[in-house]
Nanobody, 117 residues
Framework: QVQLVESGGGLVQPGGSLTLSCVAS????????MGWYRQAPGKQRELVAD???????NYADSAKGRFAISRDNGKRTVYLQMNSLKPEDTAVYSC???????????WGQGTQVTVSS
C-alpha cells in the first residue's frame, strides 16, 4: 500500500502561479507512472499531466504551455508547476501513482486550488 500526500494548493489570483507537490510513502519504481488529475465542481475528473520515469510527459490541452510536471524519484515526489492560472483551473487536484507491471493504482486525497480575484 502506498499513501500519496499532496500539498501546495491554495487561493491565487488569475495570472498567478502555484506549485503542487505529491509525496509517496514508499519507493517509486522506474516503471511507475505518476500524474496529476483535477476535478472541478460538477465535472468529471480529468487528466492534467503525467510523467514516466524516463521523463516522458503528457499534458491535457488546457495545461500545455502553462503547466509543467516533474518528478524526483529519490524524494518520492512529483511536482506540478502551474503558471498563468485561470479561474477555470479551479478544482481539487489529485496525485495518481500507477504501477502497470503490478496492476496497482493509488490516489492521493487531493488539494484545493482556487483561482479568483
Amino acid at each position: 500500500q502506498v499513501q500519496l500526500v499532496e500539498s501546495g494548493g491554495g487561493l491565487v489570483q488569475p495570472g498567478g502561479s502555484l506549485t503542487l507537490s505529491c509525496v509517496a510513502s514508499a519507493r517509486i519504481f522506474p516503471s511507475d507512472v505518476m500524474g496529476w488529475y483535477r476535478q472541478a465542481p460538477g465535472k468529471q475528473r480529468e487528466l492534467v499531466a503525467d510523467i514516466t520515469s524516463g521523463g516522458t510527459t503528457n499534458y491535457a490541452d488546457s495545461a500545455k504551455g502553462r503547466f509543467a510536471i516533474s518528478r524526483d524519484n529519490g524524494k518520492r515526489t512529483v511536482y506540478l508547476q502551474m503558471n498563468s492560472l485561470k479561474p477555470e483551473d479551479t478544482a481539487v487536484y489529485s496525485c495518481k501513482l500507477q504501477r502497470p507491471l503490478l496492476g496497482q493504482t493509488y490516489w492521493g486525497q487531493g488539494t484545493q486550488v482556487t483561482v479568483s480575484s
